[in-house]
C-alpha cells in the first residue's frame, strides 16, 4: 500500500514506512502497527502544511506499507525490484515500537551529510541525539532499498521494552504510551520536512 506527497521537483523520491503484517499473537500493535501509525501522521501533518501555506517540498514523499515483512521480507524484497529503476534518494522505517526516539543515523555519500547535521540540529530539543558514524541499516524492508543505493535515514527508538512485547499476545495498545508517540510523529515529521525539501 502507497500513498505520495508530489514534490516540485520530478523523479526525486524519499520513502518513508513501516510493515501491515505482524503476528497472530497479539494485535501487532508494536510490531508494526505503530509504524504504520507514526509515518502516517507524518505524512498527514506535511500534507496539513502544504494545504495551510501552498509550501510543497522539493521532493516526492511516499508512504509505502510493506506487506509479508515477517514471512523474510518479501513485501521490501518485491518493492525494492519493482522500484529499482527510480531514484529514491532516502528511505526510513520505523518498525521499533512505540517509545521515544532518541537518535538519528544515516547511510548516505558524504554529500548528504550536511542535511544530516541539520536534521540533528532540530531533532536535539525533542532529545534526540545524533549516531556516530555513517552506516545504518535503516530497517528490514528499507535494507533492499539501501542495497541498491537508497540513502538511508535511521531514527532510532529506545527499545528497552520492546522484545518484551513484541511476536507475543501482550503486543496490544494499551502498551502505547502517548507522550512516546506524538514524539515520534515530530521527530519523523521534521526530519522527512527536511530531507524532502534539502536542495542538495
Known amino acids: 500500500v502507497s500513498a505520495e506527497i508530489p514534490g516540485t521537483v520530478p523523479g ?9 503484517d505482524s503476528w497472530d499473537l497479539g494485535h501487532g500493535v508494536f510490531d508494526d502497527g505503530a509504524g504504520v501509525a507514526i509515518t502516517m501522521a507524518a505524512a498527514a501533518a506535511i500534507k496539513d502544511h502544504i494545504d495551510r501555506t501552498g509550501q ?31 531514484t529514491i534518494m532516502l528511505a526510513g522505517e520505523s518498525d521499533a515500537g512505540a517509545d521515544r526516539i ?3 543515523g544515516s547511510k548516505v555519500a558524504e554529500a ?9 540540529a532540530v531533532l536535539a530539543p525533542l532529545g534526540i541525539q545524533p549516531e556516530a558514524g555513517n552506516k545504518s541499516g535503516g ?12 540513502g538511508v535515514l535511521d531514527l532510532g ?3 528497552t521494552r520492546y522484545f518484551d512485547i513484541h511476536h507475543t499476545p501482550d503486543d496490544t495498545l494499551d502498551k502505547v504510551d502517548r507522550a512516546q508517540l506524538a514524539q515520534n510523529v ?8 527536511l530531507a524532502a525539501s534539502d536542495d542538495r
Open 12 to 20: 526525486e523520491v524519499i520513502v518513508l514506512g513501516g510493515h501491515l
Open 56 to 86: 510543497r517540498p522539493r521532493r516526492t514523499i511516499r508512504v509505502v506499507l510493506w506487506g509479508a515483512e515477517e514471512f523474510g521480507v518479501i513485501g521490501g524484497r518485491a518493492y525494492a525490484a519493482a522500484h529499482k529503476d527510480e
Open 102 to 104: 532518541y537518535n538519528v
Open 112 to 120: 548528504g551529510l550536511p542535511l544530516f547535521g541539520e536534521i540533528g
Open 139 to 150: 530497517g528490514a524492508d528499507v535494507g533492499p532499498l539501501a542495497a541498491l543505493g537508497a
Open 157 to 159: 527508538q529506545d527499545m
Open 186 to 193: 515530530a521527530a519523523w515529521t521534521a526530519a522527512l520536512w
